[in-house]
């Protein structure tokens, strides 16, 4: 989990961490996260929390999705932990992408969480649905550098005669020469610093080809200035093949928004499973907080039943000590989730406090 680390100023002292625990399994897997978070800490770091009602429900009792004075007290914060948002799919009583457009992406946005950090590895203990041949092939250790605040998302496009046979519905990619050379100078700067130093650019660029020039074109420009990456292009269907049959060639990948949303389901599926894939909306800038959160959703199929696993929430607080300077201490959650999922047993039904008992109870060694 060391993947947002390099030249990370270390914060030391009282550190305001904004907790955003969200909907269904989202309370459950920030509790155990923070469980981790306080035993890790080195002894000069002390987190003095806010919690904030946010999500679904608040739109429920409220209709309140994120007050702008919400928002500002969010600003002040030093770093964000968030569980998940997000109510049950065609709730009639949510007005679609309510949250996942008025909240978690208004966040990434207003904070300018420009690059989304997804690392995958197959751990050792972790069941990987790839085959024993794939698996054999070597390890697999890779991070997606996905662009956060452009793209697909911006909310740019409209619907016209809605509800008749002519409705014509756009939804307009927006790719800046600002956005995309950002975006690739931190996953160069991230190649750089890995032992492998190998960059892929994921994009459609046959068939977006107006977005697609301007990817390859800022790809291959500030590749001049990282003499010492090595870089590759894959289209994005390609990469679903490679996925599955010869992971082992990716080390980071960089692409956009709506493409690394994708493509990071995919890799935590085969990485073993969507309950240990961690994220980081990181602002590499750090002029605002930037939000540490499992990639996965609030699971209302399983919330409330507190078999959730919360793994990936605990990574995910492994990424926010990495980012606050502290990558001793993400190491130490990392090798603790690590021998958590080697000493798991096939069929073992555990609930979520009980793995985050134990994965704490292994930091503490
Ligand atoms: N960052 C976020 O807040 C975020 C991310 C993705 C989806 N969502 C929202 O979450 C809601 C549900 O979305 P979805 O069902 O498409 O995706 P999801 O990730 O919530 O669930 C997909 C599947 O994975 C399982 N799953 C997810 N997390 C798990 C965990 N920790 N342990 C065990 N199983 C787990 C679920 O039970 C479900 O079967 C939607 O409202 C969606 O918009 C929010
Ligand atoms: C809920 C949604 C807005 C979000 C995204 O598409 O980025 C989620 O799928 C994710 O991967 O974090
Ligand atoms: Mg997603």
């Known amino acids: 989990m060391t993947d947002s680390s390099a030249a990370a100023p270390v914060t030391t002292g009282q550190v305001a961490l904004g907790v955003i625990p969200g909907d269904g399994i989202g309370p459950e897997v920030t509790a155990e996260a923070l469980k981790v978070l306080e035993v890790a ?6 987190f ?36 998940a948002v997000g109510g049950k799919p065609n709730d009639p009583n949510l007005p679609p992408g309510i949250l996942e457009r008025g909240l978690l992406l208004k966040l990434r946005f207003e904070l300018d969480h420009y690059v989304n950090l997804r690392p995958s590895r197959i751990y050792p203990g972790s069941v990987s649905p790839l085959s024993d041949e794939v698996l054999a092939k070597g390890e697999v250790d890779f991070v997606v550098v996905r662009e956060g605040t452009e793209g697909p998302y911006t909310g740019n496009g409209g619907a016209l005669r809605v509800g008749t046979p002519a409705e014509v519905a756009t939804e ?27 960059l892929t650019l994921v994009h459609k660029t046959n068939v977006l080809v107006h977005a697609g020039q301007v990817w390859w074109r800022l790809f291959q420009q500030v590749a001049e200035e990282y003499p010492d990456v090595t870089t590759d292009y ?74 959730a696993d919360p793994t990936a929430a605990i990574l995910s607080g492994a990424l926010l ?31 979520t406090p009980e793995v985050g008992d134990a994965i704490a109870a292994r930091v503490l060694g």
């Open 41 to 46: 800490a080195p002894a000069d770091l002390k």
């Open 48 to 83: 003095a929390q806010t919690s904030y009602d946010l999500g679904a429900e608040r739109y429920l009792r409220t209709g309140e999705v994120l007050p702008d004075s919400v928002l500002e007290e969010i600003r002040n914060q030093d770093a964000l932990l968030l569980g």
């Open 172 to 198: 307009v990619s927006v790719n800046t020469a600002y956005g995309v050379e950002r975006v690739v100078r931190d996953a160069f700067e991230r190649a750089r610093r890995r032992p492998r130093k190998k």
């Open 234 to 307: 894959s289209h994005i269907d390609a990469v679903m093949i490679y996925l599955t049959t010869d992971p082992q060639r990716f080390d980071v990948i960089v692409t956009d928004n709506l493409f690394g949303d994708i493509v990071t389901d995919l890799a935590a599926a085969i990485s073993g499973g969507i309950g240990l894939a961690a994220s980081g909306n990181v602002n590499p800038d750090r002029t605002a907080p930037s939000m540490f959160e499992p990639v996965h959703g609030s699971a209302p199929d399983i919330a409330g039943q507190l078999i």
């Open 321 to 351: 000590l990495d980012h606050l300077g502290h990558p001793e201490a993400a190491a130490r959650i990392e090798a603790a989730v690590l021998a958590d999922l080697e000493a798991r047993e096939p069929g073992q039904q555990r609930r």
